[in-house]
């Protein structure tokens, strides 16, 4: 027979709401994007578990490392994924952070290693994105090369236009504006990424919470 799921608080925000994380993970306390201080603060008030899927990355007020170290030294299971959750579950996984995801991944791998490419503006009353994080564009543009859409060289030239704008300012349209790519493509990935665009930070984040939920079935 299983244990019971402890004490479990999910940091999240614009990745996946409040009402999924309680489908997913039923009877876990959900708080904003995490900032510092908020971790310990969480085991002071009894968790047990922590899921980071969002955080403010403002240097002055980003979760730092020391106090994830200490938390986890405390004997409480931190667990990462999709954005500031993925970037640190790669940094302390060899202090027994774990990490969940293509994002977090990427980052172990090597394949990303800036902290803008999880960066994104979003209103911080409705939870609203309004900016494309740049993993997203990512694993759309993989998507459409393998759809048939785009070339390599296609493909590399709209991530160098993506990671040429400024994280909050990052939206398909200005990537297609700026891009060396030819009219026609732009016009067809355009009308493609209406509906099949990836939102590789939500699937990072719903996985995350299923891969705990796993653990207490």
Same mark, same amino acid.
């Given at each position: 027979?299983?244990?019971?799921?402890?004490?479990?608080?999910?940091?999240?925000?614009?990745?996946?709401?409040? +009402?999924?994380?309680?489908?997913?993970?039923?009877?876990?306390?959900?708080?904003?994007?995490?900032?510092?201080?908020?971790? @310990?603060?969480?085991?002071?008030?009894?968790?047990?578990?922590?899921?980071?899927?969002?955080?403010?990355?403002?240097?002055? =007020? $980003?979760?730092?490392? %020391? =106090?994830?170290?200490?938390?986890? %030294?405390?004997?409480?299971?931190?667990?990462? @994924?999709?954005?500031?959750?993925?970037?640190?579950?790669?940094?302390?996984?060899?202090?027994?952070? !774990?990490?969940?995801?293509?994002?977090?991944?990427?980052?172990?791998?090597?394949?990303?290693?800036?902290?803008?490419?999880?960066?994104?503006?979003?209103?911080? +009353?409705?939870?609203?994105?309004?900016?494309?994080?740049?993993?997203?564009?990512?694993?759309?543009? =993989? %998507?459409?090369?393998? !759809?048939?859409?785009?070339? $390599?060289?296609?493909?590399? !030239?709209?991530?160098?236009?993506?990671? @040429?704008?400024?994280?909050?300012?990052?939206?398909?349209?200005?990537?297609?504006?700026?891009?060396?790519?030819?009219?026609?493509?732009?016009?067809?990935?355009?009308?493609?990424?209406?509906?099949? @665009?990836?939102?590789?930070?939500?699937?990072?984040? $719903?996985?995350?919470? !299923?891969?705990?939920?796993?653990?207490?079935?």
């Amino acid at each position: 027979m299983s244990e019971s799921m402890p004490h479990t608080v999910v940091f999240a925000g614009p990745s996946i709401s409040k +009402e999924e994380i309680s489908g997913i993970l039923p009877g876990a306390e959900v708080r904003p994007p995490v900032r510092r201080g908020d971790a @310990a603060a969480a085991v002071q008030d009894g968790a047990r578990l922590l899921i980071i899927i969002d955080g403010v990355f403002f240097q002055d =007020e $980003a979760v730092a490392h %020391k =106090e994830l170290l200490g938390v986890l %030294k405390a004997g409480v299971k931190v667990f990462g @994924a999709s954005s500031m959750g993925a970037l640190r579950a790669c940094e302390l996984e060899p202090f027994g952070m !774990a990490g969940v995801g293509k994002i977090f991944e990427w980052y172990r791998s090597g394949k990303i290693v800036a902290d803008d490419e999880v960066g994104m503006l979003f209103d911080p +009353e409705t939870g609203a994105a309004l900016s494309v994080p740049m993993v997203n564009m990512r694993a759309s543009f =993989e %998507k459409a090369k393998e !759809a048939g859409l785009l070339t $390599a060289d296609e493909e590399r !030239a709209l991530l160098k236009a993506s990671k @040429a704008i400024y994280y909050p300012e990052r939206t398909y349209r200005r990537v297609l504006k700026e891009a060396d790519v030819a009219e026609e493509t732009k016009d067809v990935l355009s009308r493609w990424l209406k509906t099949d @665009a990836v939102d590789q930070k939500h699937e990072d984040a $719903a996985a995350c919470l !299923a891969h705990v939920r796993g653990l207490y079935d």
